[in-house]
């Protein structure tokens, strides 16, 4: 069974450093991984997807990379802003999922980025 | 653009009642599908769908209902509610085009049960 585990659970850095989250998951049959961030009482916004066939992807300041072999993925964070502060999911699609999507998350890390 | 859209935000009931949980999606996505979050087990699939008339059981169904009679429409049933069932409720759609594809939310339903 697929299980996906990120840590740390809770970051706190200083405002303009630049950080990386982890996630790990056990089973390399992933069609994808997504990265989301959640804010407190919000939904989920997807971050950045990486396909199965991709080592990674770049959005602005975030970078997430992905190591289907190791069954590991970072998402890099450059000149933290406070306004990064929220909680930061990866979920993975699984192979036996199918095309239907069905996510396996993370519990996600609490980032706090100090003023 | 209006997205994913989960109606109520917030919502209380009481034990044994039953209640819907809405969700409607406007870009034509395929794949439906709800979840839950509780502290410290990130979210669980419940139930999905591939389309119109199709559904299907996730990791946690027990005590929930969904149909999908029309693309847009996913609604969420609760048929005799449970403590345990205190939750937030997420909905979420994408394409679906032989593979997953980027998941898009809504923006949850934070649901207690006395």
């Known amino acids: 069974k697929q299980e996906v585990t990120q840590i740390p659970a809770a970051l706190s850095v200083p405002e303009g450093e630049n950080l990386v989250l982890n996630c790990s998951f056990t089973d390399s049959a992933i069609y994808n991984l997504q990265w989301f961030r959640q804010d407190p009482g919000k939904g989920l916004t997807s971050l950045l997807l990486i396909q199965s066939s991709q080592r990674e992807q770049t959005s602005g300041r975030l970078n997430a990379s992905l190591d289907k072999s190791s069954g590991r993925s970072t998402l890099y964070i450059a000149a933290s802003q406070p306004g990064d502060s929220a909680t930061y999911l990866c979920a993975v699609a699984p192979y036996y999922g199918g095309a239907t999507n069905k996510l396996i998350f993370g519990t996600g890390t609490l980032l706090a980025v100090q003023p | 653009n209006a997205g994913v859209t989960q109606t109520p935000k917030f919502q209380v009931l009481k034990t044994g009642q039953s209640m819907t949980l809405q969700c409607a999606q406007d870009?034509?996505?395929?794949?439906m599908s709800w979840y839950r979050q509780d502290p410290g087990m990130g979210l669980r699939l419940i139930h999905y769908?591939?389309?119109?008339?199709?559904?299907d059981q996730g990791e946690v169904p027990n005590g929930y209902n969904v149909s999908r009679s029309t693309t847009e429409d996913f609604p969420l049933r609760l048929l005799s509610a449970a403590p345990s069932q205190t939750s937030v409720y997420f909905c979420?759609?994408?394409?679906?085009?032989?593979?997953?594809?980027?998941?898009?939310f809504g923006q949850g339903t934070r649901l207690t049960v006395v």
């Open positions: 769908s591939v389309g119109a008339g199709i559904t």
């Open positions: 870009m034509n996505h395929e794949y």
């Open positions: 979420a759609s994408s394409y679906s085009i032989g593979h997953p594809t980027e998941a898009f």
